[in-house]
């Protein structure tokens, strides 16, 4: 298989990022990702502006990529392109682009999970990062998903722990919201939280049966507590911005290691690896990596760039599925809800 000349066309538009990426043999040439500011005034993403962005961006992000890439489209092996889950909307631009160009070059098209290829984002050929090997957990923690992964091979995956209501990340910019803070507000939750005191507030656990997980009531006490403090000093937040950072992130990075132990003791796999937006947060990775030191485990976490939603996984993803040839026909369509 390794001496297989395979260039993969990864495209990725489950959201409000339209990404191409082309990889060579496992290894990433280009990786062109196209945000979208236009949703900041509306303090989160909105379906209808998504897709019309997505429209606009699609032709130039794959004709950069490939540029980047130093190659024609004519070396193009196979188009990888996310099918779902994410924004319908968004989804069909990409979904409907794969299959013209694969049918117009004469390709093979390859439908990828987009919550896969968070996970698959660790086999990307990196110098400097090490594999994980199977069986191994993933914990995919993103602003619409946050589960527990058992990984026993490339597609052999089963969810063995999810959230109930909302997800982390969600969890996450909705706190922000609370303390005024503008959209995306978890990265900047983070970024105050580097200098704060995570034990200067304290906010109760959500008590969840299993390996699942709860946020909305962990939100519900957030906002209770800033209403409360708000009422005594109108300056509450203003004062102990940093504390009030570092508590609800210290809280929230304790819920998700919590379950991690619990996931570790259940299944005996002590091999780690994290994907998906929020793995980009300091909190956790420190959390795993100290956790390496404490309790032996083996913990992956990923370059920041294979974080947030790129066409590199959607790559991977693709390139393992061409070696099995698990090809999609041509009247595959978009899936909103795409569980794995």
């Not at 990022?17 to 945000?35: F, Q, R």
């Not at 962005?53 to 130039?60: L, S, Y």
């Not at 597609?155 to 997800?167: L, R």
């Not at 034990?199 to 109760?204: H, I, V």
Request: glycine share 8%.
């Amino acid at each position: 298989m390794a001496s297989q000349n395979i260039y993969i066309l990864g495209i990725e538009s489950s959201c409000d990022d339209t990404a191409a990426a082309i990889l060579h043999n496992g290894k990433i040439l280009s990786n062109v990702v196209a945000t979208q500011a236009v949703h900041k005034q509306y303090g989160g993403v909105v379906p209808e502006l998504a897709s019309r962005a997505h429209q606009q961006n699609i032709v130039p992000v794959i004709h950069q990529a490939i540029t980047q890439a130093n190659i024609v489209k004519k070396d193009i092996n196979a188009i990888a392109f996310t099918r779902g889950p994410g924004l319908m909307g968004s989804l069909l631009v990409g979904t409907s682009f794969a299959k013209s160009l694969a049918m117009g070059l004469g390709i093979p098209l390859i439908d990828v999970n987009h919550m896969q290829a968070h996970i698959l984002a660790h086999f990307i050929e990196e110098d400097a990062f090490e594999k994980p090997e199977f069986p191994f957990l993933a914990l995919t923690i993103s602003g619409g998903h946050t589960q527990i992964v058992k990984v026993s091979d490339y597609f052999q995956m089963e969810v063995i722990g999810e959230t109930t209501d909302d997800a982390v990340g969600e969890a996450f910019d909705k706190s922000a919201k609370i303390l005024g803070l503008p959209y995306p507000g978890g990265p900047l939750i983070d970024k105050y939280a580097q200098s704060g005191n995570p034990k200067a507030f304290k906010f109760p656990k959500p008590k969840v049966p299993e390996l699942n997980f709860s946020f909305s009531g962990f939100k519900t006490a957030v906002l209770y507590f800033i209403q409360r403090e708000t009422k005594n000093n109108p300056d509450f937040v203003k004062v102990n911005l940093e504390d009030i950072c570092a508590s609800i992130q210290y809280s929230i990075v304790g819920i998700l290691m919590d379950k991690l132990k619990k996931a570790v003791k259940h299944t005996g796999i002590n091999r780690i690896a994290i994907a998906g937006g929020v793995s980009a947060n300091s909190g956790i990775r420190n959390a795993l990596m100290e956790a390496e030191k404490k309790y032996g485990w083996k913990c992956y976490i990923p370059k920041f760039e294979y974080t947030t939603d790129n066409a590199a996984m959607i790559a991977i993803a693709g390139h393992y599925k061409y070696l099995e040839k698990d090809f999609a026909d041509f009247s595959i369509t978009a899936q909103a809800r795409y569980k794995f």
